[in-house]
């Protein structure tokens, strides 16, 4: 069973810093692309930062660039999402996606498919 499975999460003073973590566990064929979302209440889930399987390309929404950093080592598990300077506007649930291969039925592989963790809560204080 693939699990995808976010930590880092919590309450911090506006200015401050978090890391998350995301690992992607289970049955898949290699190292996984993985992004990171975030939703705030009563909003759509909106795409935050992005990094490749082996950390080589990483890519972020213009509304982080320059105080989040996304990375892993090399092709490893897991992947980060460190974020400074944090304002009470990021304040929001941060998932993270996982882009994997996983077995089929017939002794094969199948995807790539996407898989979602269960999300973080990040809080924000003014």
């Known amino acids: 069973q693939v699990q995808v499975v976010e930590s880092g999460g919590g309450l911090v003073q506006s200015g401050g810093s978090l890391i998350l973590s995301c690992v992607a566990s289970?049955?898949?064929?290699?190292?996984?692309?993985m992004g990171w979302f975030r939703q705030a209440p009563g909003t759509e889930r909106e795409f935050v930062a992005a990094?490749?399987?082996?950390?080589?390309?990483?890519y972020y929404a213009d509304s982080v660039k320059g105080r989040f950093t996304v990375f892993r080592e090399s092709h490893k598990n897991p992947a980060f999402l460190q974020m400074n300077n944090l304002t009470p506007t990021v304040t929001a649930v941060y998932y993270c996606?996982?882009?994997?291969?996983?077995?089929?039925?017939?002794?094969?592989?199948?995807?790539?498919?996407?898989?979602w963790g269960q999300g973080t809560q990040v809080t924000v204080s003014s």
């Open positions: 996606e996982a882009v994997l291969i996983t077995p089929d039925d017939t002794g094969g592989w199948t995807g790539p498919s996407i898989y």
């Open positions: 289970g049955p898949t064929f290699g190292p996984a692309a």
């Open positions: 990094v490749s399987w082996n950390g080589a390309g990483t």
